[in-house]
């Protein structure tokens, strides 16, 4: 039985939001309009798309609600360095461009697994398209989950955030999110990206302008409170990081040796190793053609991600009492859990349908990568698995099969969005990092640390076996697992407690060993990426040398 709803919208709130649903509504009709006659129009959008359509889809799914709600968060908590994590991402675009896209296009792959099944043969084909479902299910349930925050809040008020709530507005997304992806395929994705970018980025702006009218203090004395809060903290104005105070900088996801490294290395592995990304760059008509659309993407997302972030500052201006200091009344109250405190501004302080507009955006966030890896989950298992299964099958089977996966997975991710509510509540003792937005990144370095080696592998390598894949595969997902909390308290060792053991003896003796377990497990998630995908690589290239039975096919 649901819980009671108890919503803080107006009635103009709810009719904004009536609205943008019927948009969305009769936008899926009409996309859907052209005729889907096999499964590259379905999923490939018949190689037809535009650049600059498939850029801006890019970007809508890559952001998500993790970006509307997680990314105002972190700066809230903290401060601008993730948006220096877009100097990995650009280096990451121009290898994707340049590496990764013209080998796909040469071998005019549906789904870009069928690449390692052309160089290692169908089993390792099976195992990297199988981690990557495993893999998408984790990531894209996980923006599920996020997603649902929100609209639990609008349903049920204070009552927003309690288990119940949010598996019933899970519910809820998933169903929305399976019937528009059933309606027409990739096309249909790509477009309404489109307008839910648009709509997006517009609730962004607006909200930018309304909190910069609400607050009490000139720019000049906003940007110094930001610059040197009174509390003594760190500048929440920083861009780039190299250390923190009380933290070197191997523990810190924004530092700059993680940005360069360790967020190439994560961009390389979203663009060029997960079908959810590579899906919409494969619908363009040529390798050239995909290549400026992940640039293009990449370079239209810095923009968006600052917007986010510069939201999240203003909310903490808001909320601080040193910028009501001089004002005639007091500072509003901050919403204890910081997840909602892009939320309570939009319902509180907003004016009866600004408030459901907002809401809009962030169901558009939500939806969009929802759609994207429900659709991307079915291409990969049709053509890396079905078709492979009943192979003399018609164009017009293949397709309703398509269609049928897309429930079946829709009905997975929103089971996974149920666990995470779970998940993330236990889990949400993740020390000073534990927002959202890193919640979110985390879950995706499963599956990459052994994807980003194997494709390496492909693409430079000339040799190389099935045995070999499926061992970085295995390699990487033990190792990421490894150097996660929860593994080493199932080994019954309590990190928790080495971290403050250790603190105090740094306080009696600055040059108090690190205790080894510590070390390896206290790293930001880009380094657990980057060593996990190192290990895969040197314990799996060499399996494929020894196990190779045939000659070296030609690197991609």
């Given at each position: 039985m649901p819980p009671r709803f108890s919503s803080d919208l107006a009635t103009a709130d709810w009719a904004v939001l009536a609205?943008?649903?019927?948009?969305?509504?009769?936008?899926g009709v009409w996309f859907a309009r052209r005729e889907q006659r096999d499964t590259d129009d379905y999923?490939?959008?018949?190689?037809?798309?535009?650049?600059?359509?498939?850029?801006?889809s890019i970007v809508a799914t890559s952001m998500s609600a993790a970006s509307f709600i997680g990314v105002?968060?972190?700066?809230?908590?903290?401060d601008l360095t993730y948006l220096s994590t877009n100097i990995g991402m650009v280096l990451a675009a121009f290898v994707v461009a340049?590496?990764?896209?013209?080998?796909?296009y040469r071998r005019r792959v549906r789904t870009i697994y069928e690449l390692l099944d052309q160089r290692y043969g169908p089993a390792a084909m099976r195992a990297a398209s199988g981690a990557y479902m495993v893999g998408r299910v984790m990531?894209?349930?996980?923006?599920?989950?996020?997603?649902?925050?929100?609209?639990?809040?609008?349903?049920?008020?204070?009552?927003?955030?309690?288990?119940?709530?949010?598996?019933?507005?899970?519910?809820?997304?998933?169903?929305?999110?399976?019937?528009?992806?059933?309606?027409?395929?990739?096309a249909s994705i790509i477009w309404t990206d489109v307008i839910q970018m648009a709509v997006l980025l517009g609730a962004c702006a607006l909200a930018i302008l309304l909190v910069v009218r609400a607050l009490p203090v000139p720019a000049s004395e906003a940007i110094a409170l930001l610059g040197a809060p009174p509390d003594g903290g760190p500048s929440k104005l920083t861009l780039v990081q190299v250390a923190a105070p009380g933290r070197p900088w191997w523990t810190l996801p924004f530092s700059l040796p993680a940005v360069i490294v360790g967020f190439t290395l994560m961009g390389v592995a979203s663009y060029g190793t997960d079908q959810d990304l590579t899906q919409r760059m494969l619908t363009c008509r040529d390798e050239k053609a995909a290549a400026r659309s992940v640039l293009s993407g990449i370079l239209f997302g810095i923009p968006s991600v600052a917007m986010f972030l510069v939201v999240g500052l203003l909310l903490w201006?808001?909320?601080?009492?040193a910028a009501w200091e001089h004002a005639p009344g007091p500072a509003p109250a901050a919403p204890d859990d910081s997840r909602r405190v892009f939320l309570d501004f939009i319902i509180h302080e907003m004016p009866p349908g600004l408030s459901g507009l907002m809401m809009a955006g962030l169901f558009a966030a939500g939806l969009s990568s929802l759609n994207s890896g429900i659709n991307a989950m079915a291409s990969t298992f049709i053509n890396d698995f079905y078709r492979r299964l009943r192979p003399d099958r018609t164009e017009a089977h293949y397709l309703r099969a398509g269609r049928l996966a897309v429930v079946g997975w829709g009905v997975v991710l929103?089971?996974?969005?149920?666990?995470?509510?779970?998940?993330?509540?236990?889990?949400?003792?993740?020390?000073?990092?534990?927002?959202?937005?890193?919640?979110?990144?985390?879950?995706?370095?499963?599956?990459?640390?052994?994807?980003?080696?194997?494709?390496?592998?492909?693409?430079?390598?000339r040799r190389g076996s099935a045995a070999g894949v499926i061992t970085m595969l295995v390699t990487g997902f033990v190792a990421v697992t490894a150097m996660q909390d929860f593994a080493w308290r199932l080994a019954g060792t309590d990190l928790q407690a080495m971290r403050s053991a250790f603190a105090s003896a740094r306080e009696l003796?600055?040059?108090?060993?690190?205790?080894?377990?510590?070390?390896?497990?206290?790293?930001?998630f880009v380094w657990k990426l980057t060593i996990a995908s190192a290990l895969a690589w040197l314990i799996g290239w060499p399996v494929g040398l020894l196990t190779e039975r045939q000659p070296p096919t030609p690197p991609a």
């Open positions: 609205g943008y649903f019927l948009l969305l509504a009769v936008s999923f490939l959008g018949g190689r037809r798309m535009p650049v600059w359509a498939v850029g801006v105002p968060q972190q700066a809230y908590t903290g340049y590496l990764f896209m013209p080998a796909f990531a894209s349930g996980v923006r599920v989950f996020i997603g649902s925050i929100p609209a639990s809040v609008i349903l049920f008020g204070d009552r927003g955030l309690e288990p119940a709530s949010l598996c019933f507005a899970i519910t809820i997304l998933t169903l929305v999110g399976i019937v528009y992806t059933l309606a027409g395929g990739i201006l808001f909320y601080h009492p929103g089971g996974f969005a149920v666990l995470c509510v779970f998940i993330q509540t236990r889990e949400n003792q993740f020390r000073d990092d534990g927002t959202l937005l890193t919640f979110a990144l985390t879950v995706m370095t499963y599956a990459y640390a052994g994807l980003v080696p194997v494709f390496l592998t492909a693409l430079l390598g003796d600055p040059h108090a060993a690190r205790p080894l377990p510590l070390t390896i497990v206290d790293l930001a």
